[in-house]
């Protein structure tokens, strides 16, 4: 039995700090506009306590005039009635440097605007001061800036804006765990308007929202956590999948999408796990992804394609690859010999470090999967068959998940693993052949396999 893909509590703490408690007071090249951004002025959109000439302050302004855009229009459509704005002010706070007398009611519901230092929140409240207002630390969302980019704080503040639009509906009631990914999920609607150049005030390009959900990793419920606690937020690969089900498919996915019938990976783990951290050696590891993948291609591709499956083998080099293997390539799957290789000196031994086990098997059904491709008369060589491949991993991903393979049991964390690798390394050419697909490309092939099995993955199904 497999004992857990590893996943550690390394990081644990940093999940609860933004968009924790941002909920909890509710009871490529430029893609975007028709032309250059324009920023907002001061006066046609005030902000409290906005510092003059402030980046953060700024980028506010220009978001969250963005967003009121969006909103007016998408918010009828969806719901049948007028969006109403906020009654109450946004807040910009400097954390270090407070003058009481700019809040004299403190900022949104009444807080001390100490409590929102390293966060940003909306808080509805009913007849409090303050109401239905946001405040966000300009300090802390500049620190995202420079770790990950333009983009991200956009992407933040319309998750806050998101809960505004569930206040409305009445939608912000439920699980902390539906309502914090439905407003992923809003976040994403309005992400794709913006990339797709309706936006006047914001311009998002389609790679940088790689750095988008590196900057939500940092925020992730940690592995093990109880995602029916009060406070929970999901697993990484729960909000990046929420994410990108609004960047598909818009608000009315997000409407409909998110009732207890939902889909969650994030779990906790039982006494057991916890004390030994779900941990699989490397090797074994290894060994149960080279039984699970024939196990499973053997019993779908007969039905799929009328002819047996012809399992490929799978074998390990050490930074240098076989002739067959184009490039020098981590990865790769040699039809000439029915091999897939894998590089353990610069792939699967440094990621299993400094991912996890099930990035390891990530890796390996990769190009597993583009043997069932070849075995299909399918490309191999190309980005549609590197897409696919994903795509077909997900899918066997779900499969685990599901326990279909009572020898293989994941562990919490395992799929946020999956994600990782695709962010960090699926995006290298050295990886994955003839590809310029972003992570973020890469994320919603694979959760389309995931949640929709080979239908979507350009096998033919």
């Known amino acids: 039995m497999w004992k857990g893909l590893r996943r550690t509590l390394t990081g644990a703490a940093v999940g609860c700090v933004l968009l924790t408690g941002c909920s909890s007071t509710v009871v490529g090249s430029a893609s975007a506009g028709a032309g250059e951004p324009t920023d907002v002025g001061p006066d046609e959109f005030p902000i409290v306590n906005a510092e003059d000439g402030n980046a953060v302050d700024q980028g506010m302004r220009?978001?969250?005039?963005?967003?009121?855009?969006?909103?007016?229009k998408a918010y009828p459509e969806a719901y049948g009635e007028d969006f109403v704005p906020l009654r109450g002010p946004v807040f910009s706070v400097d954390v270090d440097n407070i003058d009481p007398s700019v809040f004299p009611d403190g900022v949104s519901c009444g807080n001390d605007p100490h409590d929102?230092?390293?966060n940003a929140f909306f808080c509805a409240g009913n007849g409090v001061p303050n109401s239905d207002s946001i405040t966000y630390d300009r300090n802390f969302l500049a620190g995202l800036t420079e770790h990950f980019g333009d983009a991200l704080v956009p992407v933040v503040m319309a998750h806050?804006?998101?809960?505004?639009?569930?206040y409305r509906t009445g939608e912000g009631t439920g699980e902390s765990i539906d309502r914090e990914t439905q407003a992923d999920c809003f976040a994403g609607a309005w992400t794709r308007w913006v990339v797709d150049g309706h936006a006047q005030h914001v311009s998002i390009r389609v790679p940088e929202l790689d750095d988008v959900l590196r900057g939500f990793f940092q925020v992730r419920d940690p592995a093990g956590y109880d995602?029916?606690?009060a406070n929970a937020h999901g697993s990484f690969f729960d909000r990046v999948n929420a994410i990108a089900e609004g960047y598909d498919n818009g608000v009315p996915a997000c409407r409909d999408n998110f009732g207890p019938d939902r889909i969650f990976t994030a779990a906790s783990f039982t006494d057991a796990d916890l004390q030994n951290e779900g941990n699989s050696s490397y090797d074994e590891v290894l060994s149960l992804?080279?039984?699970?993948l024939p196990a499973f291609w053997d019993g779908v591709f007969s039905e799929a394609f009328g002819k047996d499956f012809q399992d490929p083998g799978i074998t390990s080099f050490d930074g240098k690859?076989?002739?067959?293997?184009q490039g020098n390539r981590d990865l790769g799957y040699c039809a000439d010999d029915k091999t897939v290789y894998y590089d353990e000196k610069d792939l699967t031994r440094p990621a299993y470090d400094a991912i996890g086990d099930f990035a390891v098997a990530t890796a390996i059904s990769v190009p597993y999967a583009l043997a069932v491709r070849q075995q299909a008369g399918l490309s191999t060589d190309d980005a549609a068959a590197t897409k696919s491949a994903v795509c077909l991993t997900g899918w066997w991903t779900a499969q685990l998940f599901s326990r279909r393979d009572r020898n293989v049991r994941l562990q919490p964390g395992d799929i946020d693993e999956a994600v990782e690798f695709l962010l960090t390394y699926g995006v290298d050419d050295k990886v994955f052949p003839n590809t310029d697909l972003s992570g973020f490309e890469l994320l919603r092939s694979y959760r389309s396999g995931f949640f929709d099995a080979a239908g979507p993955c350009d096998v033919g199904l």
């Open 321 to 325: 690859a076989p002739d067959c293997v």
């Open 116 to 118: 929102v230092e390293n």
């Open 62 to 72: 220009n978001a969250l005039t963005d967003l009121y855009g969006f909103w007016e």
């Open 289 to 292: 992804t080279e039984d699970s």
């Open 160 to 166: 806050e804006f998101a809960h505004a639009i569930q």
């Open 227 to 229: 995602p029916g606690a």
